[in-house]
T-cell receptor
């Protein structure tokens, strides 16, 4: 079974802190994604990566950065956490290509971040 | 505005009742995912529809894709408390970006 593992399930950070959210997948997938999920807004794409050291902005990249130094690991970085970044963060991975090619996206369990 | 609109936003049904969730796209659909999410947890893949007119079933859940209407529906027959959760539809844009609807929250009353 494909496994996407997010390192922290629950975090509480202070405003202004630098926050790292780590994600590891074990299926040699090219694509990795970071979403945030908020009530009434659904899942919104923050960043995605289709290869090592490659990244593309999603719909809401402001206030975030990412790092992909190894194929299996994709990190989301909040340079200076703010209260409006309190949310559920979901990491996902898939093979390169689109749903038309039969690719499935696999999700991690999610990380609940509270910024106080 | 959302590219994928789900309806209804929430649903409360009595155990044993049938229900349908719809997902409508503002753009042409070339394929669509359905996921289920238990509250506070990650997304569990249910099924993927790749072609217009395609219909797939898994246990008591059936999904159809109508590309002409840019719509997909998810139907649950004889609902059970284990079906409770948030159902999300997802699709791809160009390249490798995937986006999702706002979700439908389902509560099943025993």
């Amino acid at each position: 079974d494909v496994k996407v593992t997010q390192s922290s399930r629950y975090l509480v950070k202070r405003t202004g802190e630098k926050v790292f959210l780590e994600c590891v997948q074990d299926m040699d997938h090219e694509n990795m994604f970071w979403y945030r999920q908020d009530p009434g807004l659904g899942l919104r794409l923050i960043y995605f990566s289709y290869d090592v050291k490659m990244k593309e902005k999603g719909d809401i990249p402001e206030g975030y950065s990412v790092s992909r130094e190894k194929k299996e690991r994709f990190s989301l970085i909040l340079e200076s956490a703010s209260t409006n970044q309190t949310s559920m963060y979901l990491c996902a991975s898939s093979r390169l290509g689109q749903v038309r090619s039969g690719n499935t996206i696999y999700f991690g369990e999610g990380s609940w971040l509270t910024v106080v | 505005s959302q590219e994928l609109e789900q309806s209804p936003q929430s649903l409360i049904v009595q155990e044993g009742k049938n229900l349908t969730i719809n997902c409508t796209s503002s753009k042409t659909l070339y394929g669509l995912y359905w996921y289920k999410q238990k509250y506070g947890e990650g997304l569990i893949f249910l099924m993927m529809l790749q072609k217009g007119g395609e219909e797939k079933s898994h246990e008591k859940i059936t999904a159809k894709l109508d590309e002409k209407k840019q719509q997909s529906s998810l139907h649950i027959t004889a609902s059970q408390p284990s079906h409770a959760g948030i159902y999300l539809c997802g699709a791809d844009r160009t390249g490798n970006q995937f986006y999702f609807g706002t979700g439908t929250s389902l509560t099943v009353i025993p």
